[in-house]
C-alpha cells in the first residue's frame, strides 16, 4: 500500500458536526476499500486565495491515509459531487 494525502476544503457554514459528518463519510469510505486512515488534522477557517463559489473563506482538513489505487477514483468521485466540498486534492507521498 502507498500513503496519501487527501487535502479538502469544505464550506465553511458547515459547523463542527457537520465537518465530523462528511470526515467519516469520507474515512468509512477508505477503510470499506481495505485501507487505513493514519491522521486527520484540522486547520479550520482560512482565507482562500480567490473565492470558490461564492466563498471567501474555507474549513481545511488533511487526511493521511494508506490504500491502493483502485480506491483513489472512487474517493474523487464522491468528493467531486458533494455540494459540502469546494475542493480536493489526493497526494501520493513518498514515504
Same mark, same amino acid.
Given at each position: 500500500?502507498?500513503?496519501?494525502? @487527501?487535502?479538502?476544503?469544505?464550506?465553511?457554514? /458547515? !459547523?463542527?458536526?457537520? *465537518?465530523? !459528518?462528511?470526515?467519516? =463519510? *469520507?474515512?468509512? #469510505?477508505?477503510?470499506? +476499500?481495505?485501507? =487505513?486512515?493514519?491522521? *486527520?488534522?484540522?486547520?479550520?477557517?482560512?482565507? /482562500?486565495?480567490?473565492?470558490?463559489?461564492?466563498?471567501?473563506?474555507?474549513?481545511?482538513?488533511?487526511?493521511?491515509?494508506?490504500?491502493? +489505487?483502485? /480506491? %483513489?477514483?472512487? @474517493?474523487?468521485?464522491?468528493?467531486? *459531487?458533494?455540494?459540502? #466540498? @469546494?475542493?480536493? %486534492?489526493?497526494? =501520493? %507521498?513518498?514515504?
Amino acid at each position: 500500500m502507498r500513503n496519501y494525502e @487527501l487535502a479538502l476544503v469544505f464550506d465553511p457554514s /458547515l !459547523d463542527e458536526q457537520g *465537518i465530523e !459528518d462528511e470526515l467519516s =463519510k *469520507i474515512t468509512k #469510505i477508505i477503510e470499506e +476499500g481495505q485501507s =487505513k486512515v493514519d491522521d *486527520i488534522d484540522k486547520w479550520g477557517i482560512k482565507k /482562500l486565495a480567490y473565492p470558490i463559489k461564492k466563498q471567501e473563506n474555507g474549513f481545511y482538513c488533511f487526511v493521511h491515509f494508506q490504500a491502493e +489505487g483502485e /480506491l %483513489l477514483d472512487e @474517493l474523487d468521485r464522491v468528493n467531486r *459531487i458533494n455540494d459540502m #466540498i @469546494l475542493r480536493h %486534492l489526493i497526494i =501520493k %507521498l513518498d514515504q
